[in-house]
């Protein structure tokens, strides 16, 4: 015993013991295992203590338990230790506790039998499995089906996938699915739909092959191997099959509890149907071949549905409703021949009674005459060489005859079905290869074996053989191809036992010459077995008890037969007469089964190479007559067509599925390890384990076996090289050189070398966990000390701090109260002193006051008498100055009269003399103006005289007044003086009272402070009391506006939220519709890309059938672009009139079926285009209703600048004149003091009027904006009717000079006048009105003034308690009252402001009535467009380029040739602006607008979609050319909307751009058939861009290391999985984002719309989160803590790239979300409720079943992991039971987003575009 085996049988190793119930059991050692020990101390799992006693002789120690990391492992041949009880535990973990019922064991696939549907064969897994390697996923029959597929296709080799196992395993179910698969993966060349065909028939087979079994509900009862043929590219076009052996005594006779074929079930049941009343049928217990069994009905199958499934089946097939219903004929005509009762006539003799109803309607269905049949049942026909004699037959023997005719018929029937199906299954077309898949019966053994079961156990003896010799060479091509040393492997070879059956003089052989002899019997055959073998061969033996029975030894098990019915059963003898009277029948099926039955090579009666396909199979001689063939025994039929399945399966490469049952009662998930462990046995799974574990089963590369092991290395041991490395460490470790061998590129173990290194890798682990606890409890013990010494050094801190608190506190206290008693005292002291003070000052007051108002008397007494003797003396001196004045006044007045009178007589006695007169008048001008300006003089002097004399008066009269009062006031002073001299002498008695009064007033104020103090004291309680409850009032106030506030702020979010639903709602369904929109496209695209490519084939077909002539493949061609565009018309031409030519010889069927088709698709786009925009429209009907409105305004001011733009003009200036008159009106009466300036009625009026003027000129820019539109229109009209009618112009602007006309545009526009005056005039009353209100505000504001004057004054007066109580109450009354007029103010302002709103839309919409009825009035249509043309003439500054480029109509075939179909995406147009082609499109599409050419519009668009698609459907696979031609049709389409004209979209455009819209085509349906192309290219864009990343997303995301050394690398078994070690060849995250980032750059070169590459990112983001989460939910090896880490951690890395491309608000790290939560599902607790509780909240992005599929699948890497408990799983699925969602699994890769296309305008002018050299259109011209 070598030190590894000491090493691993220590104390609490675990092992296998045997046990009689549970076939092994599990025990660990209680003590370390010593060399010599007899016996092994174990403890079993439930505790009990055993003795294990060891083989003396042997000393063989039990089997050692694998680690618990390597239980439930997808491969068996994975476990370190290979033997049967590790293969069964296995097997019992991943189906009980993991629900995984398919298991890899090396080359095979293990399925066990759940007896319950599980949802894992939808279309979704079989899109996840296909293209994928076998040991990348998890076990599947998809997984064996698509290798198969996988190698015919790489390898060109057929290929077959054997399917064996008990009845009940699931043989049918899984051959059912892995055809579904290639059904589903290949698809099919034609529209007959093949693979549909092919799954048809198998509803037909189980119908009249299958029936109920004590072991399963639909047991086939027959073999079958089915051709599944595929063409050159590898799709179905046809399958054939093959039957084996189908067992025919079932037809009459059934054990308990077991049915007859299902067919005749489903038959009685649908006996009510009106087309099988004529059958006579009616239920199961009525016929003999149906009741034997005792259960004619399977719960849960509905027999009347499943006959209605079969017709279906066989009306796909081919088969049509005459013949079904031949074939039902016959079927019920052996149930009524099973009725038959044959009677005893005498011992030797039978007969039937007469008129037997059954016999009768047997005759009546098949046909035949009543008499024969019933003779030829109870007769027999003997034949010698001379003579023929006719022999009664007693009863047994007629019964036996009946039964054997109606197995017969059955066969024939069975034989000529299978044929049919073949017939409906073959094609014309060349098979390149094959997948046959083999669904055969499992090794049988019963308490009662005869000659079916010895057929089954030899065809399984056969099937062992190849399958042993394939695994044998499979094991010896990995040896060679490793180039390591090899030894033959002794392994079981079951060739003798064959030999025993099959070779001369073996068992077949003797029952066939037993069946020769004359008087052959089971008795005899017996003893030529016992003679012959009995002593010659180990593996046959006699029964004890028994001389009619054998037992032959199978290399599954021993089976002993019963000789009985041996010799009948091989010879399968029929009555001949009988055959005759049925094929004497007048009922032609019947016929026609008898004569294909003479035609029959094989025991089924299956014409062999239907269809003339080759095949590998080796085929009986043609040649041969049918005779011979007939005399052939069942026993030879069966060895021959044996033997041609085993030379068809050794020229493919099989597949192997094992199907087992897992118990015998059809328990859901239940599994019985006895029965479990016998199929294995039986079907060759512990041979193959037996055969691998002889070897070196366990494999490892050296990057897997250093990433594993490398802690077992020290730092010296690791080199460069890690061959090396390995090869040292393993030297190091296993001494025995014979346990592991160095291949080339791995490194081969023996069995259990592998469970030794991991037991050193977990010790070297366990040790370094122990350090790493002890280092960290230390650190977490100190830390923990550190903690308690800091916590007790802070008590005892506060502990001190408080007692020093508290001294200080005693101190300062102390302290206080000194000093209180300190300042109390004194405060008393000085109260006492100031009370003294106070007296004694008070008394010196009153008597100094005395004092002081006695002298003051007297000096006011003098002063007063002084006073009034100045004025006194001053008046009698005025006075007589006065009188002397006027004396001298007088005088001088009478003295200058008399002078005067003197001179006035004299100048009249001058005046009579005329010589004097002339005298006087020389100079009398200079005299005038002397006097003139004297009298000026003197009347100057007199006025200033007059106001000297006037100031001298006003001055007398005001010192006359004064002198006046003065005396009145010194005669009041002398009175009072007098009265005070009076009261002199009382005051000293008053003073006495006084002092009385004092003391009484002390006594009373002390009374009154004591009031008073205590006053207060209840005041200021009152007060703190008042507070409270203020506080109380305001804290209830502030809770109930809180309350107030959260009921607003949750209706807000109520209603916010219901917004959102809604609006998330509407989406939902506009996204919907959108989807359903897209997806209808997409179909029609597809069909008619199928129309075209059946029409090319049709034009290849033809062409290479006619002489010298052959189309050229474009793929063929050096270089793939450049090729001429005329010749692709010419063929394109030539293939219409080949396909015109041979489409006479279409199918028409097809052709109405595709032309009914694309009819109904193109109603579904309509309607689905028409629903799309009903949604869009109601999703933005209330954004655009404001929009709409305005067009509403503008559309009638549109219509009225067309009549009256310039007289509106002039108009608006008038108004805008009178209202600048009344503002200045308003500054002059403000100049007046009408109004202060700074008011705020003033300021309000003001802004009024401004608004007013403001909002008219705003009118005016968007008149004089619609007029430039409008002349720009009808210029545009004017120059498209001078093309087309250039007559019509000239006789409209004719009209215009029409007097009539004149005049009447005249009196329109006076009317239009008097209306804006008459509005004018009502503004300037209304302003009027607002002068006077303004001036009566102002004088209430100045009433307002005094009498707060007069308050203030009288406030002044109050005590200042009482003035500041009275001016807050006057503040607040006088700041309600602003506030009441503010808020009278602002209604008014408010009304106004409506009004005069209300006045503009009135104005303006009577105007435009006004303007439409003149015009619908005065002209025609024609005028009307055309007459404001005339009447402005608005200046245009020319430029050279209009932005349209001219070509002739010849070069449109070479402008789509180099600008679309040559055009390289890398090469030119990469130094191209963006869109480039799509502005130079748009610019020819303008000038074929601007000329008025509609054929030349429509061609251009027709010839742009077309080369659009065909250069898609040449380079669809190329990315930068889909993403090129994505963002020009994109581009394409924004400048079909950008200048269509539609205010819509013109927002954006400058006043050029406007002046480029298209004139005269409505492109708008033009503009949706580009969008549908834009779709199309966008969808191939997201297929192109899936198979891109396709390769990489699994191996970037699952199985690249990213986080290096975190995740273990497990071993691996036979079908070995991608390594998450990076090599050269793999692709990792960073390839991932690498050719994101391409992606991203081609389409930002390319100039996409920045929102079309946001929807291309979450696609991508979408198929990158559902493709690695659907091989998470598919990878057992993938669900683990440290994959979890890496696929976080590489979500983070695709989160970061969006960041840097500031792409997060896209939405693509919302498609993310179901692949963090299975990362977050695989790191989280998985342990207690709590924890599931947090699950399901936590993966609410994840379905029910991806949450416990993610549950199962978790595998510890380790093994300080745990594993997930069943019973953790059902709570998860108890608490998620509630939800509704979808069943699926995985999620669907399929989905593509419904795409939107934003309109994106562009800036750029189409007049600076410049067309490069490069692209060849020289040919286009510059307008």
């Given at each position: 015993m070598n030190q590894e085996l000491y090493y691993m049988f220590v104390k609490l190793a675990r092992v296998w013991i045997p046990d009689a119930e549970e076939v092994w059991k599990s025990a660990a050692l209680t003590k370390n295992y010593e060399d010599g020990d007899g016996s092994l101390q174990l403890a079993l799992e439930d505790g009990t203590n055993l003795e294990h006693k060891l083989d003396p002789k042997t000393k063989n120690l039990p089997y050692l338990r694998n680690p618990d990391i390597l239980v439930g492992e997808n491969d068996l041949t994975a476990l370190s230790y290979l033997h049967e009880p590790a293969v069964l535990h296995n097997l019992k973990v991943r189906f009980i506790d993991s629900k995984l019922i398919y298991t890899y064991c090396g080359i095979v696939l293990v399925a066990i039998n759940p007896y319950e549907s599980l949802p894992i064969y939808g279309s979704d897994i079989i899109n996840a499995y296909s293209g994928q390697n076998m040991g990348d996923m998890d076990p599947h029959i998809f997984a064996v089906a698509e290798e198969a597929y996988k190698q015919m296709a790489r390898d060109e080799r057929n290929q077959s996938i054997i399917v064996s196992g008990e009845s009940g395993a699931g043989k049918t179910v899984s051959a059912k699915y892995a055809m579904r698969y290639f059904a589903t993966v290949s698809g099919t060349t034609s529209e007959a739909n093949v693979e549909q065909k092919v799954l048809a028939s198998n509803p037909i087979m189980e119908a009249i092959g299958n029936a109920k079994t004590t072991r399963n509900d639909n047991s086939s009862r027959f073999g079958k191997y089915i051709e599944i043929g595929f063409d050159p590219r590898y799709r179905i076009i046809g399958a054939n099959m093959r039957t084996y052996l189908l067992e025919k005594s079932r037809v009459v006779f059934q054990a308990d509890e077991e049915r007859n074929y299902h067919i005749f079930y489903q038959l009685c049941a649908s006996a009510h149907l009106p087309e099988l009343k004529d059958l006579r049928l009616g239920s199961a217990n009525d016929f003999l071949y149906t009741r034997q069994g005792r259960s004619p009905v399977i719960e849960g199958v509905d027999d009347t549905k499943e006959l209605s499934t079969t017709r279906h089946a066989f009306t796909l097939l081919g088969v049509n409703e005459s013949y079904q219903m031949g074939l039902f004929q016959v079927l019920a005509a052996i149930l009524h021949l099973g009725n038959v009762e044959v009677k005893d006539r005498d011992s030797d003799s039978s007969v039937i009674p007469p008129n037997n109803s059954h016999l009768t309607a047997f005759c009546e269905l098949v046909g035949v005459s009543y008499q024969d049949m019933s003779h030829w049942l109870c007769h027999r026909k003997l034949r010698t060489a001379t003579e023929t004699y006719i022999k009664t037959v007693p009863r047994l023997q007629a019964v036996n005859s009946r039964d054997a005719l109606a197995k017969h018929v059955y066969a024939k029937l069975f034989s000529w079905i299978v044929e049919h199906v073949n017939k409906a299954l073959v094609t014309n077309i060349k098979q390149r290869s094959f997948i046959g898949v083999l669904d055969i019966y499992g090794f049988e053994t019963f308490e009662i074996n005869s000659f079916e079961q010895f057929c089954i156990n030899y065809a399984n003896e056969k099937l062992q053989q190849q399958f042993n010799m394939h695994v044998f060479k499979l094991e010896q091509e990995e040896y060679m191809r490793e180039e390591i040393p090899w030894t033959l492997i002794d392994f079981y070879d079951n060739q003798p036992c064959i030999n025993l059956i099959e070779a001369k003089m073996g068992v077949l052989d003797l029952l066939d010459e037993e069946c020769k002899m004359p008087k052959g019997s089971d008795e005899s055959w017996a003893q030529k077995l016992y003679n012959t073998h009995l002593k010659t061969c180990s593996l046959f033996q006699k029964p004890r008890l028994s001389n009619r029975a054998f037992i032959i030894q199978h290399f599954a098990d021993k089976v002993e037969y019963q000789c009985e019915g041996f010799l009948e059963k091989n010879k399968d003898t029929v009555n001949e007469e009988q055959i005759n009277v049925l094929k004497a029948s007048k009922f032609p099926l019947l016929v026609e089964l008898f004569q294909d039955g003479e035609k029959a090579v094989s025991p089924t009666g299956q014409p062999q190479g239907a269809g003339g396909r080759t095949r590998l199979s080796v085929k009986p001689d043609k040649g041969r007559t049918s005779s011979r063939e007939h005399k052939k025994t069942v026993g030879c039929q069966f060895r021959n067509s044996l033997q041609m399945l085993m030379d068809t399966l050794n020229a493919t490469t099989p597949h192997y599925v094992r199907c087992i049952k897992p118990n015998d009662f059809k328990l859901a998930f239940s599994f019985d390890p006895m029965r479990a462990v016998q199929q294995l046995r039986a079907c060759g799974v512990l041979e193959t384990i037996r055969i691998s574990a002889a070897g070196f089963p366990s494999r490892w590369t050296y990057q897997e076996f250093y990433s594993r092991y490398r802690v077992l290395m020290k730092q010296k041991d690791v080199l460069q090289d890690k061959r090396l490395t390995c090869r040292n460490v393993l030297e190091f470790l296993v001494q025995d050189q014979d346990k592991y061998q160095f291949g080339k590129t791995k490194i081969f173990f023996r069995a259990g070398q592998v469970a030794y290194l991991e037991k050193l890798r977990s010790d070297k682990l366990r040790v370094a966990c122990v350090r790493i606890?002890?280092?960290?409890?230390?650190?977490?013990?100190?830390?923990?000390?550190?903690?308690?010494?800091?916590?007790?050094?802070?008590?005892?801190?506060?502990?001190?701090?408080?007692?020093?608190?508290?001294?200080?506190?005693?101190?300062?206290?102390?302290?206080?109260?000194?000093?209180?008693?300190?300042?109390?005292?004194?405060?008393?002291?000085?109260?006492?002193?100031?009370?003294?003070?106070?007296?004694?000052?008070?008394?010196?007051?009153?008597?100094?006051?005395?004092?002081?108002?006695?002298?003051?008397?007297?000096?006011?007494?003098?002063?007063?008498?002084?006073?009034?003797?100045?004025?006194?003396?001053?008046?009698?001196?005025?006075?007589?100055?006065?009188?002397?004045?006027?004396?001298?006044?007088?005088?001088?007045?009478?003295?200058?009269?008399?002078?005067?009178?003197?001179?006035?007589?004299?100048?009249?006695?001058?005046?009579?003399?005329?010589?004097?007169?002339?005298?006087?008048?020389?100079?009398?001008?200079?005299?005038?103006?002397?006097?003139?300006?004297?009298?000026?003089?003197?009347?100057?002097?007199?006025?200033?005289?007059?106001?000297?004399?006037?100031?001298?008066?006003?001055?007398?009269?005001?010192?006359?007044?004064?002198?006046?009062?003065?005396?009145?006031?010194?005669?009041?002073?002398?009175?009072?003086?007098?009265?005070?001299?009076?009261?002199?002498?009382?005051?000293?008695?008053?003073?006495?009272?006084?002092?009385?009064?004092?003391?009484?007033?002390?006594?009373?104020?002390?009374?009154?402070?004591?009031?008073?103090?205590?006053?207060?004291?209840?005041?200021?309680?009152?007060?703190?009391?008042?507070?409270?409850?203020?506080?109380?009032?305001?804290?209830?106030?502030?809770?109930?506006?809180?309350?107030?506030?959260?009921?607003?702020?949750?209706?807000?979010?109520?209603?916010?939220?219901?917004?959102?639903?809604?609006?998330?709602?509407?989406?939902?369904?506009?996204?919907?519709?959108?989807?359903?929109?897209?997806?209808?496209?997409?179909?029609?695209?597809?069909?008619?890309?199928?129309?075209?490519?059946?029409?090319?084939?049709?034009?290849?077909?033809?062409?290479?059938?006619?002489?010298?002539?052959?189309?050229?493949?474009?793929?063929?061609?050096?270089?793939?672009?450049?090729?001429?565009?005329?010749?692709?018309?010419?063929?394109?031409?030539?293939?219409?009139?080949?396909?015109?030519?041979?489409?006479?010889?279409?199918?028409?069927?097809?052709?109405?079926?595709?032309?009914?088709?694309?009819?109904?698709?193109?109603?579904?786009?309509?309607?689905?285009?028409?629903?799309?925009?009903?949604?869009?429209?109601?999703?933005?009907?209330?954004?655009?209703?404001?929009?709409?409105?305005?067009?509403?305004?503008?559309?009638?001011?549109?219509?009225?600048?067309?009549?009256?733009?310039?007289?509106?003009?002039?108009?608006?200036?008038?108004?805008?004149?009178?209202?600048a008159e009344m503002r200045q009106s308003l500054l002059g009466n403000q100049a007046t003091g009408a109004g202060a300036p700074g008011s705020p009625a003033y300021k309000v009026l003001l802004d009024q009027l401004n608004s007013s003027s403001e909002e008219l000129d705003v009118r005016k820019e968007e008149v004089l904006i619609l007029r430039s539109q409008l002349v720009s229109q009808k210029e545009a009209t004017h120059h498209k009717e001078t093309m087309t009618e250039p007559t019509h112009h000239v006789v409209d602007v004719s009209k215009l000079k029409d007097t009539d006309e004149i005049k009447q545009a005249y009196v329109g526009l006076k009317d239009t006048n008097r209306l804006l005056e008459s509005q004018l005039q009502a503004q300037r009353r209304s302003y009027d009105n607002e002068t006077e209100g303004l001036r009566s505000e102002l004088q209430n504001v100045k009433e307002e003034n005094n009498r707060q004057q007069q308050l203030l004054a009288q406030n002044l007066q109050l005590p200042p308690e009482a003035r500041i109580e009275a001016s807050l109450q006057h503040e607040i009354t006088r700041l309600t009252n602003e506030n009441l007029d503010l808020m009278e103010q602002l209604e008014k302002q408010d009304k106004t402001i409506r009004k005069l709103k209300k006045q503009l839309k009135v104005y303006s919409k009577r105007i435009g009535e006004m303007g439409v009825g003149q015009t619908e009035g005065q002209t025609s249509p024609g005028q009307m467009v055309d007459e404001p043309v005339r009447a402005v003439s608005i200046p245009r500054r020319e430029k050279d380029f209009q932005g349209m480029l001219e070509y002739k109509r010849q070069d449109e075939l070479k402008l789509v040739k180099n600008l679309i179909l040559e055009l390289k995406p890398r090469g030119v147009a990469v130094n191209l602006i963006p869109g480039l082609p799509a502005y130079i499109l748009f610019m020819c599409l303008r000038h074929a607008d601007y000329v008025n050419d509609d054929e030349k519009v429509r061609t251009l668009l027709a010839s742009t979609i077309n080369c659009i698609k065909k250069i898609l459907k040449k380079r669809g696979d190329d990315f930068e050319t889909v993403s090129f031609w994505l963002a020009n049709t994109c581009r394409f389409l924004h400048c079909l909307k950008q200048y269509s004209g539609d205010e819509v979209f013109m927002k954006h455009n400058s006043a050029r751009q406007n002046e480029h819209c298209l004139s005269n085509f409505d492109l708008a349906e033009y503009r949706q058939v580009i969008s549908d192309l834009a779709i199309q290219i966008y969808q191939q864009l997201i297929k192109c861009m899936e198979n891109i990343l396709q390769a990489m997303i699994v191996s970037g995301m699952l199985e690249h290391e990213t986080i290096q050394g975190v995740s273990g690398v497990k071993p691996t078994g036979l079908r070995k999985r991608t390594s998450s070690i990076a090599d050269e060849g793999m692709y990792t995250l960073e390839s991932i984002l690498r050719q994101l980032g391409a992606f991203h750059s081609t389409m930002c070169q390319h100039g996409t719309d920045p929102e079309l590459i946001k929807q291309v990112v979450k696609q991508q983001f979408y198929i990158i989160g559902a493709v690695t989460l659907n091989n998470l939910l598919l990878r057992k090896d993938m669900c683990s803590w440290s994959k979890g880490m890496q696929i976080r951690y590489n979500v983070s890395q695709l989160e970061e790239w969006l960041r840097d491309k500031n792409l997060m608000a896209c939405g693509a790290k919302e498609t993310l979300e179901p692949l963090i939560q299975a990362a977050q599902l695989l790191q989280v607790k998985k342990k207690t409720d709590e924890d599931a509780e947090a699950i399901c909240s936590m993966c609410h992005a994840l379905t029910t079943a991806q949450i416990v599929k993610v549950l199962n699948l978790y595998t510890p890497v380790n093994e300080f992991e745990e594993r997930v408990s069943v019973s953790f799983i059902r709570t998860i699925q108890t608490r998620l039971r509630g939800r509704c969602e979808s069943p699926q699994l995985l999620m669907d890769t399929k989905v593509i987003y419904p795409v939107t296309f934003p309109f994106n305008p562009s800036a750029l002018a189409l007049e600076t575009i410049q067309i490069p050299s490069s692209l060849n259109l020289g040919f286009l011209v510059r307008v």
């Amino acid at each position: 015993m070598n030190q590894e085996l000491y090493y691993m049988f220590v104390k609490l190793a675990r092992v296998w013991i045997p046990d009689a119930e549970e076939v092994w059991k599990s025990a660990a050692l209680t003590k370390n295992y010593e060399d010599g020990d007899g016996s092994l101390q174990l403890a079993l799992e439930d505790g009990t203590n055993l003795e294990h006693k060891l083989d003396p002789k042997t000393k063989n120690l039990p089997y050692l338990r694998n680690p618990d990391i390597l239980v439930g492992e997808n491969d068996l041949t994975a476990l370190s230790y290979l033997h049967e009880p590790a293969v069964l535990h296995n097997l019992k973990v991943r189906f009980i506790d993991s629900k995984l019922i398919y298991t890899y064991c090396g080359i095979v696939l293990v399925a066990i039998n759940p007896y319950e549907s599980l949802p894992i064969y939808g279309s979704d897994i079989i899109n996840a499995y296909s293209g994928q390697n076998m040991g990348d996923m998890d076990p599947h029959i998809f997984a064996v089906a698509e290798e198969a597929y996988k190698q015919m296709a790489r390898d060109e080799r057929n290929q077959s996938i054997i399917v064996s196992g008990e009845s009940g395993a699931g043989k049918t179910v899984s051959a059912k699915y892995a055809m579904r698969y290639f059904a589903t993966v290949s698809g099919t060349t034609s529209e007959a739909n093949v693979e549909q065909k092919v799954l048809a028939s198998n509803p037909i087979m189980e119908a009249i092959g299958n029936a109920k079994t004590t072991r399963n509900d639909n047991s086939s009862r027959f073999g079958k191997y089915i051709e599944i043929g595929f063409d050159p590219r590898y799709r179905i076009i046809g399958a054939n099959m093959r039957t084996y052996l189908l067992e025919k005594s079932r037809v009459v006779f059934q054990a308990d509890e077991e049915r007859n074929y299902h067919i005749f079930y489903q038959l009685c049941a649908s006996a009510h149907l009106p087309e099988l009343k004529d059958l006579r049928l009616g239920s199961a217990n009525d016929f003999l071949y149906t009741r034997q069994g005792r259960s004619p009905v399977i719960e849960g199958v509905d027999d009347t549905k499943e006959l209605s499934t079969t017709r279906h089946a066989f009306t796909l097939l081919g088969v049509n409703e005459s013949y079904q219903m031949g074939l039902f004929q016959v079927l019920a005509a052996i149930l009524h021949l099973g009725n038959v009762e044959v009677k005893d006539r005498d011992s030797d003799s039978s007969v039937i009674p007469p008129n037997n109803s059954h016999l009768t309607a047997f005759c009546e269905l098949v046909g035949v005459s009543y008499q024969d049949m019933s003779h030829w049942l109870c007769h027999r026909k003997l034949r010698t060489a001379t003579e023929t004699y006719i022999k009664t037959v007693p009863r047994l023997q007629a019964v036996n005859s009946r039964d054997a005719l109606a197995k017969h018929v059955y066969a024939k029937l069975f034989s000529w079905i299978v044929e049919h199906v073949n017939k409906a299954l073959v094609t014309n077309i060349k098979q390149r290869s094959f997948i046959g898949v083999l669904d055969i019966y499992g090794f049988e053994t019963f308490e009662i074996n005869s000659f079916e079961q010895f057929c089954i156990n030899y065809a399984n003896e056969k099937l062992q053989q190849q399958f042993n010799m394939h695994v044998f060479k499979l094991e010896q091509e990995e040896y060679m191809r490793e180039e390591i040393p090899w030894t033959l492997i002794d392994f079981y070879d079951n060739q003798p036992c064959i030999n025993l059956i099959e070779a001369k003089m073996g068992v077949l052989d003797l029952l066939d010459e037993e069946c020769k002899m004359p008087k052959g019997s089971d008795e005899s055959w017996a003893q030529k077995l016992y003679n012959t073998h009995l002593k010659t061969c180990s593996l046959f033996q006699k029964p004890r008890l028994s001389n009619r029975a054998f037992i032959i030894q199978h290399f599954a098990d021993k089976v002993e037969y019963q000789c009985e019915g041996f010799l009948e059963k091989n010879k399968d003898t029929v009555n001949e007469e009988q055959i005759n009277v049925l094929k004497a029948s007048k009922f032609p099926l019947l016929v026609e089964l008898f004569q294909d039955g003479e035609k029959a090579v094989s025991p089924t009666g299956q014409p062999q190479g239907a269809g003339g396909r080759t095949r590998l199979s080796v085929k009986p001689d043609k040649g041969r007559t049918s005779s011979r063939e007939h005399k052939k025994t069942v026993g030879c039929q069966f060895r021959n067509s044996l033997q041609m399945l085993m030379d068809t399966l050794n020229a493919t490469t099989p597949h192997y599925v094992r199907c087992i049952k897992p118990n015998d009662f059809k328990l859901a998930f239940s599994f019985d390890p006895m029965r479990a462990v016998q199929q294995l046995r039986a079907c060759g799974v512990l041979e193959t384990i037996r055969i691998s574990a002889a070897g070196f089963p366990s494999r490892w590369t050296y990057q897997e076996f250093y990433s594993r092991y490398r802690v077992l290395m020290k730092q010296k041991d690791v080199l460069q090289d890690k061959r090396l490395t390995c090869r040292n460490v393993l030297e190091f470790l296993v001494q025995d050189q014979d346990k592991y061998q160095f291949g080339k590129t791995k490194i081969f173990f023996r069995a259990g070398q592998v469970a030794y290194l991991e037991k050193l890798r977990s010790d070297k682990l366990r040790v370094a966990c122990v350090r790493i606890q002890k280092t960290i409890r230390c650190w977490l013990a100190r830390k923990k000390f550190l903690r308690q010494r800091r916590s007790a050094i802070t008590i005892q801190r506060f502990t001190r701090g408080f007692q020093a608190r508290c001294l200080a506190k005693f101190m300062r206290r102390t302290s206080a109260a000194t000093t209180i008693q300190k300042y109390q005292r004194m405060c008393v002291a000085r109260r006492r002193y100031r009370q003294k003070q106070a007296a004694a000052l008070a008394m010196q007051t009153i008597l100094r006051a005395y004092m002081a108002r006695q002298k003051y008397r007297a000096l006011l007494r003098e002063s007063k008498a002084v006073v009034i003797q100045k004025h006194a003396r001053g008046l009698l001196a005025r006075r007589r100055f006065k009188r002397c004045l006027r004396a001298i006044v007088y005088l001088q007045c009478c003295l200058r009269r008399m002078r005067a009178r003197w001179e006035l007589k004299k100048l009249k006695i001058e005046a009579r003399s005329v010589e004097h007169f002339k005298k006087l008048n020389i100079g009398m001008e200079n005299k005038i103006m002397q006097l003139q300006r004297r009298i000026d003089e003197q009347n100057n002097n007199h006025r200033a005289t007059v106001d000297k004399l006037a100031t001298l008066e006003a001055g007398h009269a005001a010192d006359s007044e004064r002198m006046r009062v003065e005396v009145t006031r010194l005669r009041g002073v002398e009175e009072d003086a007098r009265n005070n001299a009076n009261r002199a002498n009382s005051l000293q008695g008053e003073l006495e009272r006084l002092k009385k009064e004092l003391a009484t007033t002390q006594k009373e104020k002390k009374t009154i402070e004591d009031w008073a103090t205590k006053y207060r004291d209840e005041m200021e309680k009152m007060v703190s009391e008042l507070k409270s409850q203020n506080g109380l009032l305001k804290s209830e106030k502030d809770d109930l506006n809180r309350m107030i506030q959260e009921q607003r702020q949750q209706m807000t979010e109520q209603m916010a939220r219901a917004i959102a639903e809604e609006t998330q709602q509407l989406e939902t369904d506009l996204n919907e519709e959108r989807s359903r929109y897209q997806n209808l496209l997409t179909e029609h695209l597809r069909l008619e890309e199928k129309h075209d490519d059946l029409k090319e084939e049709m034009a290849l077909s033809s062409n290479t059938s006619r002489p010298g002539h052959r189309r050229t493949d474009s793929t063929h061609s050096s270089n793939e672009s450049e090729y001429t565009y005329n010749s692709e018309y010419a063929e394109a031409d030539e293939g219409s009139r080949v396909s015109e030519d041979s489409g006479r010889g279409m199918d028409t069927n097809l052709t109405l079926k595709l032309q009914k088709r694309l009819g109904e698709l193109e109603q579904d786009k309509q309607q689905l285009r028409d629903e799309l925009e009903n949604k869009e429209e109601l999703f933005q009907r209330a954004r655009a209703r404001d929009d709409v409105e305005h067009k509403k305004a503008r559309g009638a001011e549109l219509e009225y600048e067309s009549l009256k733009r310039q007289e509106l003009e002039s108009e608006n200036k008038k108004l805008k004149h009178n209202l600048a008159e009344m503002r200045q009106s308003l500054l002059g009466n403000q100049a007046t003091g009408a109004g202060a300036p700074g008011s705020p009625a003033y300021k309000v009026l003001l802004d009024q009027l401004n608004s007013s003027s403001e909002e008219l000129d705003v009118r005016k820019e968007e008149v004089l904006i619609l007029r430039s539109q409008l002349v720009s229109q009808k210029e545009a009209t004017h120059h498209k009717e001078t093309m087309t009618e250039p007559t019509h112009h000239v006789v409209d602007v004719s009209k215009l000079k029409d007097t009539d006309e004149i005049k009447q545009a005249y009196v329109g526009l006076k009317d239009t006048n008097r209306l804006l005056e008459s509005q004018l005039q009502a503004q300037r009353r209304s302003y009027d009105n607002e002068t006077e209100g303004l001036r009566s505000e102002l004088q209430n504001v100045k009433e307002e003034n005094n009498r707060q004057q007069q308050l203030l004054a009288q406030n002044l007066q109050l005590p200042p308690e009482a003035r500041i109580e009275a001016s807050l109450q006057h503040e607040i009354t006088r700041l309600t009252n602003e506030n009441l007029d503010l808020m009278e103010q602002l209604e008014k302002q408010d009304k106004t402001i409506r009004k005069l709103k209300k006045q503009l839309k009135v104005y303006s919409k009577r105007i435009g009535e006004m303007g439409v009825g003149q015009t619908e009035g005065q002209t025609s249509p024609g005028q009307m467009v055309d007459e404001p043309v005339r009447a402005v003439s608005i200046p245009r500054r020319e430029k050279d380029f209009q932005g349209m480029l001219e070509y002739k109509r010849q070069d449109e075939l070479k402008l789509v040739k180099n600008l679309i179909l040559e055009l390289k995406p890398r090469g030119v147009a990469v130094n191209l602006i963006p869109g480039l082609p799509a502005y130079i499109l748009f610019m020819c599409l303008r000038h074929a607008d601007y000329v008025n050419d509609d054929e030349k519009v429509r061609t251009l668009l027709a010839s742009t979609i077309n080369c659009i698609k065909k250069i898609l459907k040449k380079r669809g696979d190329d990315f930068e050319t889909v993403s090129f031609w994505l963002a020009n049709t994109c581009r394409f389409l924004h400048c079909l909307k950008q200048y269509s004209g539609d205010e819509v979209f013109m927002k954006h455009n400058s006043a050029r751009q406007n002046e480029h819209c298209l004139s005269n085509f409505d492109l708008a349906e033009y503009r949706q058939v580009i969008s549908d192309l834009a779709i199309q290219i966008y969808q191939q864009l997201i297929k192109c861009m899936e198979n891109i990343l396709q390769a990489m997303i699994v191996s970037g995301m699952l199985e690249h290391e990213t986080i290096q050394g975190v995740s273990g690398v497990k071993p691996t078994g036979l079908r070995k999985r991608t390594s998450s070690i990076a090599d050269e060849g793999m692709y990792t995250l960073e390839s991932i984002l690498r050719q994101l980032g391409a992606f991203h750059s081609t389409m930002c070169q390319h100039g996409t719309d920045p929102e079309l590459i946001k929807q291309v990112v979450k696609q991508q983001f979408y198929i990158i989160g559902a493709v690695t989460l659907n091989n998470l939910l598919l990878r057992k090896d993938m669900c683990s803590w440290s994959k979890g880490m890496q696929i976080r951690y590489n979500v983070s890395q695709l989160e970061e790239w969006l960041r840097d491309k500031n792409l997060m608000a896209c939405g693509a790290k919302e498609t993310l979300e179901p692949l963090i939560q299975a990362a977050q599902l695989l790191q989280v607790k998985k342990k207690t409720d709590e924890d599931a509780e947090a699950i399901c909240s936590m993966c609410h992005a994840l379905t029910t079943a991806q949450i416990v599929k993610v549950l199962n699948l978790y595998t510890p890497v380790n093994e300080f992991e745990e594993r997930v408990s069943v019973s953790f799983i059902r709570t998860i699925q108890t608490r998620l039971r509630g939800r509704c969602e979808s069943p699926q699994l995985l999620m669907d890769t399929k989905v593509i987003y419904p795409v939107t296309f934003p309109f994106n305008p562009s800036a750029l002018a189409l007049e600076t575009i410049q067309i490069p050299s490069s692209l060849n259109l020289g040919f286009l011209v510059r307008v």
